[in-house]
C-alpha cells in the first residue's frame, strides 16, 4: 500500500520514537497540534504494537464501529524487531480528535484510547470478563456445602419435601439455597463438582445418601488392631442423583449466556420466551453490551447475582422401569432424617452441648441444713416424701411434716426424669408425692391437709370449733396458689424491663392484699404461730430475698413494717431452716426460670402459655 510505503520511508525507529510521547499528549489534552504530525493525520492507523521491552511508549489505538456492530483492532505496524506488516489505513482526509467527534469521523473514523497494557497476560485477563461483571465481583465458587445456618425459616416443612422430591428444576436464589439446603443436606451426599472453562456455572452433583459407597480402607486382617464398633450400612437402597447448578455473578447479564443443558428455552421455564432470563435484544453502542432490559426480578440472577438451579439427573432403572427417565427416591424423608441429622439439626445439638457446659443446672441433692435433715430422714419408713432440694411445693410439705414432727423418710428424686417409684404415686410425675404404705398422693395443699389430718399434735389449720378461722386460712392459702405463685414466675421469666415492672407492680400488690389480711400483731398470718398459711407461702417468702433478689433486684422489705416482721418470723422458723438449702443452690437452679429457656418445667410452660398452673 501507499500509505505504508510513505510512512516507513519518512520514519525511522528514532524518530518514530520521538513522535509517540507527543502523539500521547495530544491525544490525552485533545491538543488541536496532533494533525500536525504525520502518523496523526491518518485516522485509521493503529499504534498497539510498539510494546519494546525497552520505556519505548506503548498505547493501545482502537478502531470501532459507531454502530457497535464491528470493534476491531487492526494489526500490529511493528514487531519488537523493527520488522513490519501492511497498515490498514482508512482512506480520508485528515481530522483533530474535535473534528471527529463532531462529524463521526465517517464510518470509522472515531479514535479511542485505552490503558496500557504491560504483557499479554494483563490484555488477555481484560479480554476473558466472560460475564461483564463489575470489577471486583466474586467469580468463584461456593463450594458445595453452605456457610449459612438459619434454625427456623418460614415455610420449612414445605421446603423440606420440595427439595426431597425435586420432581421439577428448582430454582433458588443464593439466599433460599443457603437457607434452605443444610436442612436437607442428611438426605444427599457430595460426590463431584464439574467446573467448565468458558460457562458462568459450576456442576455439583449429590447422591442419595442412601446409595452408599465402597470403604475407603479394605478391612485390616491385623488381630492386634482394635476394630470399630460400626455397623456398616445397606449400600444400593435408593438411586437418586441431583445436580446443583451454581450461576456465578453476572451469568444473565452475559449477552451470550446459555443455561446448564442447552438453549434457554429448553432447560427451564425461568428461560423461556417472554420469561425472565428469556432470549435478550441485545443493543451496543461504541461496542458496549447494554443490560438486557427484559429480564424480570422474579428470576433470582435477573440483576446479575448468584443462583443456583436443582434437578434430579438419575435415570436407567430409577423408577424402577430402565427407561432413564429419572425416578424418585425409595423411600420417605422421615427414613432419610432416622439415617442421619442434617447440618442445622447437628449445628443445634452442638451449640446446647457447648451451652450447657457453661450454663446453670437445677441441683439434684440438698445443701446446707437440708441436706442434714436428708440425712437425719434417710431410713425406710412406711411414711416416705418424694421430693427434690429446689422445688417449692415439696418444700411446704415438707415443712409441714417438720412441723408435725412426724417421723418419715425422705427420697430426693430427679422429676425430669421421672422415675418409677415416683410414677407410681403420682402419674403425671410431678414432685412431691407422698407414699403411706399402699396409699399414695401428690399436690403439695392436699399433701398438707392429709398430713394435718395423720397427726393430732401441733395443728396446722385452726381447731373445728373455728370453723370461720379455718375457712379464711383455706381461702388465703388459695389466694397463695391462684395470684402470688403465678405472679411471683411471671416476673422471674419476663424478659423485657417494661414487662418486669409491670410484673413487679402486680406481685407487690398480691402479697399487699394477704398482708393485710394477716394478724395485725402478727407475726405469722394468724398471730404468734406458724400456721396453715404461713407454711404455703414459706418457700415464696425464701425465694423472694435469693432467688428474685438475685435476678430482678427484689427490694427488702421496710424495717418493722408488717410484711417485714413476717418475712423474718418465717425466714428464722426452725422448721424453714432445716429444710432450706444454701443460696447458691436456689440461685443456679432458677437460672433456667431467669432466663426463660426452653423445657424448663410445665410450670414455665403453663406462665408462658397463660394457663393455670399444672
Not at 11 to 24: E, K, M, V
Not at 275 to 288: D, R
Not at 425 to 453: A, F, K, Q
Not at 538 to 550: D, E, N, Q, S, Y
Amino acid at each position: 500500500m501507499e500509505t505504508d510505503t510513505v510512512l516507513h520511508g519518512q520514519l525511522q525507529p528514532n524518530a518514530y520514537r520521538t513522535l509517540q510521547p507527543q502523539a500521547a499528549q495530544a491525544i490525552q489534552h485533545g491538543q488541536p497540534h496532533l494533525a500536525h504530525h504525520p502518523l496523526a493525520s491518518q485516522p485509521g492507523l493503529d499504534l498497539s504494537g510498539l510494546d519494546d521491552p525497552d520505556s519505548t511508549f506503548h498505547q493501545d489505538l482502537r478502531l470501532q464501529d459507531p454502530h457497535g456492530q464491528h470493534p476491531f483492532q487492526l494489526p500490529r505496524s511493528f514487531d519488537r524487531n523493527h520488522g513490519h506488516r501492511p497498515m490498514h489505513v482508512q482512506s480520508a482526509s485528515p481530522h483533530t480528535p474535535q473534528q471527529q467527534q463532531q462529524h463521526n469521523g465517517g464510518q470509522f473514523g472515531i479514535l479511542t484510547t485505552e490503558p496500557m497494557q504491560n504483557n499479554s497476560i494483563a490484555r488477555l485477563q481484560q479480554e476473558e470478563d466472560l460475564f461483564g461483571t463489575p470489577e471486583g465481583s466474586d467469580q468463584k465458587s461456593n463450594g458445595h456445602l453452605s456457610t449459612k445456618i438459619v434454625v427456623a425459616p418460614p415455610n420449612l416443612a414445605e421446603w423440606r419435601q420440595r427439595l426431597f422430591d425435586v420432581d421439577d428444576m428448582i430454582t433458588l436464589s443464593e439466599e433460599e439455597y443457603q437457607t434452605y439446603f443444610p436442612h436437607v443436606d442428611n438426605v444427599y451426599s457430595h460426590r463431584s463438582t464439574q467446573t467448565y472453562k468458558r460457562k458462568p456455572f459450576v456442576s455439583h452433583y449429590w447422591d442419595c445418601r442412601l446409595k452408599g459407597r465402597p470403604p475407603g480402607t479394605p478391612k485390616s486382617n491385623d488381630p492386634n488392631k482394635k476394630k470399630r464398633k460400626r455397623t456398616a450400612r445397606e449400600r444400593d437402597l435408593c438411586d437418586v442423583k441431583i445436580k446443583i447448578t451454581e450461576y456465578l455473578p453476572g451469568a444473565m447479564l452475559d449477552e451470550n449466556f446459555v443455561p446448564d443443558g442447552g438453549h434457554p428455552d429448553q432447560s427451564n421455564n425461568f428461560f423461556s420466551s417472554g420469561q425472565p432470563g428469556g432470549q435478550a435484544i441485545h443493543q451496543h453502542q461504541f461496542g458496549m453490551a447494554l443490560v438486557n432490559s427484559s429480564l424480570n426480578t422474579p428470576h433470582p440472577g435477573a440483576g446479575g447475582q448468584r443462583y443456583y438451579t436443582i434437578q434430579r439427573v438419575n435415570g436407567n432403572g430409577g423408577n424402577g422401569k430402565g427407561d432413564g427417565v429419572p425416578g424418585p427416591h425409595k423411600h420417605t424423608l422421615a427414613e432419610s432424617d432416622r439415617i442421619k441429622k442434617n447440618s442445622v439439626q447437628r449445628f443445634v445439638m452442638k451449640k446446647d452441648k457447648e451451652e450447657k457446659k457453661t450454663q446453670k443446672t437445677y441441683h439434684k441433692k440438698a445443701t446446707g441444713n437440708a441436706l442434714a435433715t436428708v440425712r437425719k430422714h434417710s431410713k425406710d419408713h412406711e411414711l416416705k416424701l418424694f421430693g427434690s432440694c429446689f422445688c417449692p411445693f415439696v418444700q411446704r410439705v415438707w415443712i409441714a411434716m417438720e412441723f408435725k414432727k412426724l417421723q418419715y423418710q425422705y427420697i430426693e428424686v430427679d422429676p425430669y426424669k421421672k422415675p418409677q417409684a415416683l410414677l407410681d404415686v403420682n402419674p403425671r410425675g410431678l414432685v412431691p408425692g407422698i407414699r403411706h404404705g399402699d396409699w399414695g398422693c401428690g399436690e403439695s395443699t392436699i399433701l398438707m391437709e392429709y398430713i394435718d389430718e395423720i397427726g393430732a399434735a401441733y395443728p396446722l389449720l385452726p381447731p373445728l370449733n373455728s370453723p370461720q378461722r379455718r375457712a379464711d386460712s383455706r381461702l388465703w392459702a388459695d389466694h397463695v396458689n391462684r395470684k402470688i405463685i403465678p405472679a411471683f414466675y411471671q416476673l422471674l421469666q419476663a424478659q423485657d424491663f417494661n414487662k418486669q415492672a409491670e410484673c413487679t407492680k402486680k406481685l407487690q400488690e398480691e402479697i399487699a392484699k394477704i398482708v393485710e389480711a394477716s394478724d395485725a400483731q402478727g407475726p405469722f398470718f394468724l398471730g404468734h404461730e406458724m400456721s396453715f398459711v404461713d407454711i404455703q407461702f414459706a418457700p415464696w417468702m425464701i425465694r423472694l430475698t435469693r432467688v428474685m433478689k438475685h435476678y430482678r433486684g427484689w427490694q427488702d422489705p421496710a424495717p418493722g413494717s408488717r410484711w417485714g416482721r413476717w418475712l423474718d418470723a418465717v425466714e428464722n422458723n426452725e422448721h424453714v431452716k432445716a429444710t432450706t438449702s444454701t443460696d447458691d443452690l436456689y440461685i443456679d437452679s432458677y437460672e433456667r426460670y431467669a432466663q426463660n429457656r426452653p423445657n424448663t418445667s410445665q410450670l414455665a410452660d403453663a406462665i408462658n402459655g397463660g394457663y393455670g398452673l399444672p
